[in-house]
C-alpha cells in the first residue's frame, strides 16, 4: 500500500494540489488503512466507508469528517474505484467572534504602544494581518519585493491555493508598513519575523487581553466581517480571501447584531429626515 500512497500523491501533485492539502490528504488516508485494515484500494466497499465515517463522527467535527470524506473520495477516484459514498454535510453555521475596529484601534495597538520593545514591528505586523485577512503562515513568507504601496497592493504567495494573489493594502496598513519598513532593513522577511515569532505575539496578547481572545484566524474573520459592512459583496470576499466554496465564506462573516442594525436604521432616518426638511 506504501507504493499505491506514494502513485496517490504523485496524482495530488499532477492536478495542482496544494502542498497542505497534500500532507493533510496523505495522512487522514493512511489513517483510514490503519483503521480499516484495508490490503488493497479495490478491498474498499461503501459499507467500509460508511462504518469508517460513522465512527468518525462519534469523535471529531463534521469539519474534520467532511476532511477525511474528501481525502477518500479522490483515493477512490485515484484508484478509478465507483462505489456510493456519504455526502460531506456543511458543518453547522457557528457565530463568529471577531475583533472590531474599535477595539483593534482603541485596545489592541495601545497595549502593544506601551508592552512591546520594538513596537512598531509588532503593530505592522498585527495590522497586516487584520487588514489583509491573510493566514500567518503566508505572511510569513511576504517579502518587501511584493509590495507596490504606491498601488495600494501586494502580490502574495497563498500556500492552501497553491497560486499567486493580489491583495489590497487599505491605507491605514499602508501608513504603518511605510513607518516601519523606514525604521528597519529587511533580513529574513518583510517582517524579520518567523512563523513562531508571529504567533507569538498573539501568545502575549492574549495573556494581556484574555477578554478580547486574540488569534491569527480571528483576525481573519474580522477582515472579512469588516469588508462585509463596508459594503463588499461575499463573493469578492470569497475571492478576497481565496475560498473555494462561498459557504465557507458565509462562516466566517458575522451578521449585524440587532442593536447594530437599529442604530444603523435611526442613522439613515435621521439623514433622510434632515434632507426632507432642508427641501421644505
Same mark, same amino acid.
Given at each position: 500500500?506504501?507504493?499505491i500512497?506514494?502513485?496517490?500523491?504523485?496524482w495530488?501533485?499532477?492536478n495542482?494540489?496544494?502542498?497542505?492539502?497534500?500532507?493533510a490528504?496523505?495522512?487522514?488516508?493512511?489513517v483510514?488503512?490503519q483503521?480499516?485494515?484495508?490490503s488493497s484500494?479495490?478491498?474498499?466497499?461503501?459499507?467500509?466507508?460508511?462504518?469508517?465515517?460513522?465512527?468518525?463522527?462519534?469523535?471529531?467535527?463534521q469539519?474534520?469528517?467532511n476532511q477525511?470524506?474528501s481525502?477518500?473520495?479522490n483515493?477512490?477516484?485515484?484508484?478509478?474505484?465507483?462505489?456510493?459514498?456519504?455526502?460531506a454535510k456543511i458543518?453547522?453555521?457557528?457565530?463568529?467572534?471577531?475583533?472590531?475596529?474599535d477595539?483593534?484601534?482603541k485596545?489592541v495597538l495601545p497595549m502593544?504602544?506601551r508592552?512591546?520593545?520594538?513596537?512598531?514591528?509588532a503593530?505592522?505586523?498585527?495590522?497586516f $494581518?487584520?487588514?489583509?485577512?491573510l %493566514?500567518?503562515?503566508? #505572511?510569513?513568507r511576504?517579502? &518587501?519585493?511584493?509590495?507596490? =504601496? +504606491? !498601488?495600494?497592493?501586494?502580490?502574495a504567495?497563498i500556500?492552501?491555493?497553491?497560486?499567486?494573489?493580489?491583495?489590497?493594502i487599505?491605507?491605514?496598513?499602508?501608513?504603518?508598513?511605510i513607518?516601519?519598513?523606514?525604521?528597519?532593513?529587511e533580513?529574513?522577511?518583510?517582517?524579520?519575523?518567523t512563523?513562531?515569532?508571529m504567533?507569538n505575539?498573539?501568545?502575549?496578547l492574549?495573556?494581556?487581553?484574555p477578554?478580547l481572545? $486574540?488569534?491569527?484566524?480571528?483576525? %481573519?474573520?474580522?477582515? #472579512?466581517?469588516n469588508?462585509? &459592512?463596508?459594503?463588499?459583496? =461575499? +463573493? !469578492?470576499?470569497?475571492?478576497?480571501?481565496?475560498?473555494k466554496?462561498?459557504?465557507t465564506?458565509?462562516?466566517?462573516?458575522?451578521?449585524q447584531t440587532?442593536d447594530?442594525?437599529?442604530?444603523?436604521?435611526?442613522?439613515l432616518?435621521?439623514?433622510?429626515?434632515?434632507k426632507?426638511?432642508?427641501?421644505k
Amino acid at each position: 500500500m506504501e507504493a499505491i500512497i506514494e502513485q496517490y500523491k504523485t496524482w495530488l501533485l499532477a492536478n495542482s494540489r496544494a502542498k497542505n492539502t497534500i500532507d493533510a490528504y496523505i495522512t487522514n488516508i493512511k489513517v483510514f488503512i490503519q483503521q480499516t485494515a484495508i490490503s488493497s484500494p479495490q478491498s474498499i466497499t461503501s459499507e467500509i466507508v460508511n462504518s469508517y465515517i460513522a465512527l468518525l463522527k462519534t469523535k471529531h467535527s463534521q469539519a474534520t469528517c467532511n476532511q477525511h470524506l474528501s481525502a477518500i473520495k479522490n483515493f477512490l477516484d485515484f484508484n478509478n474505484i465507483l462505489i456510493r459514498v456519504p455526502k460531506a454535510k456543511i458543518p453547522q453555521k457557528k457565530e463568529v467572534k471577531i475583533t472590531t475596529p474599535d477595539e483593534f484601534n482603541k485596545i489592541v495597538l495601545p497595549m502593544v504602544e506601551r508592552e512591546f520593545t520594538n513596537a512598531i514591528k509588532a503593530k505592522a505586523v498585527l495590522a497586516f $494581518l487584520y487588514y489583509t485577512g491573510l %493566514r500567518v503562515e503566508d #505572511a510569513s513568507r511576504v517579502t &518587501r519585493s511584493q509590495f507596490d =504601496l +504606491e !498601488n495600494n497592493m501586494l502580490l502574495a504567495n497563498i500556500s492552501k491555493q497553491n497560486m499567486e494573489k493580489k491583495i489590497l493594502i487599505p491605507s491605514e496598513l499602508k501608513d504603518i508598513l511605510i513607518r516601519y519598513f523606514a525604521s528597519e532593513a529587511e533580513q529574513i522577511n518583510a517582517f524579520n519575523m518567523t512563523l513562531f515569532m508571529m504567533e507569538n505575539l498573539f501568545t502575549k496578547l492574549r495573556w494581556m487581553l484574555p477578554e478580547l481572545k $486574540l488569534h491569527p484566524h480571528k483576525f %481573519r474573520k474580522s477582515c #472579512a466581517t469588516n469588508a462585509y &459592512r463596508l459594503g463588499m459583496s =461575499l +463573493e !469578492n470576499i470569497q475571492q478576497m480571501l481565496g475560498h473555494k466554496s462561498i459557504e465557507t465564506t458565509q462562516i466566517y462573516v458575522q451578521p449585524q447584531t440587532f442593536d447594530e442594525i437599529k442604530d444603523k436604521y435611526l442613522t439613515l432616518e435621521k439623514a433622510k429626515l434632515t434632507k426632507q426638511r432642508r427641501i421644505k
